[in-house]
């Protein structure tokens, strides 16, 4: 056996060893629908009214800009009384909850979250009257954040 056959097997066994634990290390998308059927108490969300931005490529998982608004005239009879954002592969999938006063004159919030590698972020909008909004952006992320980096 000569030396580039011997360092291309053990490069080729040490890979197939190690991806198992590097397997490990990605969270896999959960089901959030139980999630999403508590939160809105059985209501069927309608796919309308609010804009999500993310970005579409986000380079660290640790720090993703997330800018929510929900389309609503906020008067006291047709308002947002809080806004959900859900991300199927983070270990704790709520990610957030805001709530919005009776002095609130919009909905719409800007944060930074944590998200665990590539997957479609949901948003579901309470309005009054038990009215519920959903929206969703798929978001692709190189590095991700919310690991157990002991692994």
């Given at each position: 056996?000569?030396?580039?056959?011997?360092?291309?097997?053990?490069?080729?066994?040490?890979?197939?060893?190690?991806?198992?634990?590097?397997?490990?290390?990605?969270?896999?998308?959960?089901?959030?629908?139980?999630?999403?059927?508590?939160?809105?108490?059985?209501?069927?969300?309608e796919?309308?009214?609010?804009?999500?931005?993310?970005?579409?490529?986000?380079?660290?998982?640790?720090?993703?800009?997330?800018h929510?608004?929900?389309?609503?005239?906020?008067?006291?009879?047709?308002?947002?009384?809080?806004?959900?954002?859900?991300?199927?592969?983070?270990?704790?999938?709520?990610?957030?909850?805001?709530?919005?006063?009776?002095?609130?004159?919009?909905?719409?919030?800007?944060?930074?979250?944590?998200?665990?590698?590539?997957?479609?972020?949901?948003?579901?909008?309470?309005?009054?009257?038990?009215?519920?909004?959903?929206?969703?952006?798929?978001?692709?992320?190189?590095?991700?954040?919310?690991?157990?980096?002991?692994?």
């Amino acid at each position: 056996m000569n030396r580039r056959r011997f360092l291309a097997a053990s490069a080729g066994g040490l890979a197939s060893s190690a991806l198992p634990a590097i397997a490990q290390r990605f969270q896999p998308p959960q089901d959030v629908a139980p999630l999403i059927g508590q939160l809105t108490g059985g209501a069927t969300p309608e796919a309308r009214g609010i804009e999500i931005g993310l970005p579409q490529l986000a380079e660290n998982g640790n720090s993703v800009p997330l800018h929510v608004k929900v389309a609503s005239a906020m008067s006291a009879d047709d308002r947002v009384e809080a806004v959900h954002v859900v991300a199927p592969r983070n270990p704790r999938p709520l990610v957030a909850t805001f709530h919005f006063g009776p002095g609130a004159a919009r909905a719409e919030v800007s944060t930074r979250m944590r998200l665990a590698g590539t997957q479609k972020v949901v948003v579901l909008a309470r309005l009054s009257g038990n009215r519920w909004l959903v929206g969703d952006y798929e978001v692709l992320v190189t590095s991700a954040a919310c690991l157990d980096e002991s692994v």
